[in-house]
């Protein structure tokens, strides 16, 4: 567990995230197994339908230092969530890790010290798997309240770009101004092709609260 990142006082240990999905079935962020379940700072974490422990960031007892709002590629949502995009090209910018990132790449990204998801999307494309990014982005907006969420592509602008208009669309804005919102606090030019765009008009997201 990195050393900024405390669950209160408990002793128990926690699985979350990739770890937690590739013991159990699959589980959706929000859905009614994978919600955190805690009687309190300094008592055990009740299990979730597989038996091991979860922890997301409902849990007000787990805290992570944000983003800094004006650090290199970071993006503020109406909801306040901050998530950092940025081109795995580049290095990355000074500060924290990622405790959380989605890669939007055609082929496996590089192993990482955080927990990542991998969303086969090749360059100037779209998702391989519309329902497999759907989730992946859905995780990345949920944790994104309480974590450090990364999302990036080799260059950092079409894919990058269209993932932080879905997340804001998730958010609930809607898609025009879901891209308007990136290209104005992100990039100039994200999201780069006309079907990106209609993706993003198309992504379906439900609104959220909070």
């Given amino acids: 567990m990195p050393a900024d990142l405390t669950v209160g006082n408990t002793s128990a240990i926690v699985s979350r995230g990739v770890q937690i999905k590739s013991l159990c079935a699959p589980m959706s962020p929000g859905s009614a197994a994978t919600r955190a379940l805690v009687a309190g700072p300094g008592r055990a974490l009740r299990s979730g339908s597989c038996g091991w422990p979860l922890a997301w960031p409902a849990y007000s007892g787990l805290v992570t ?4 709002p004006h650090g290199a590629g970071v993006l503020r949502l109406p909801s306040g969530r901050l998530v950092r995009g940025r081109g795995l090209r580049q290095p990355p910018p000074p500060g924290p890790a990622p405790t959380f990132a989605v890669y939007l790449l055609s082929t496996p990204p590089p192993a990482v010290t955080w927990q990542a998801r991998w969303v086969r999307w090749p360059d100037f494309g779209l998702p391989a798997d519309h329902a497999h990014a759907q989730e992946a982005l859905a995780e ?3 944790r994104a309240g309480t974590e450090r ?3 990036a592509c080799r260059g950092g602008r079409g894919r990058t770009g269209t993932a ?3 997340l804001a669309v998730i958010d609930g804005l809607p898609a025009t ?3 308007a919102l990136v290209r104005q606090h992100y990039y100039p030019h994200a999201v780069q092709t006309p079907w990106q765009k209609r993706y993003i008009s198309r992504f379906g997201a ?3 609260q909070g």
């Fill in 65 to 68: 230092r944000p983003w800094d």
């Fill in 140 to 142: 990345a907006w949920e």
């Fill in 149 to 151: 969420v990364e999302i």
């Fill in 164 to 166: 932080l208009a879905c």
């Fill in 177 to 179: 101004q879901a891209v």
């Fill in 206 to 208: 439900p609104r959220h």
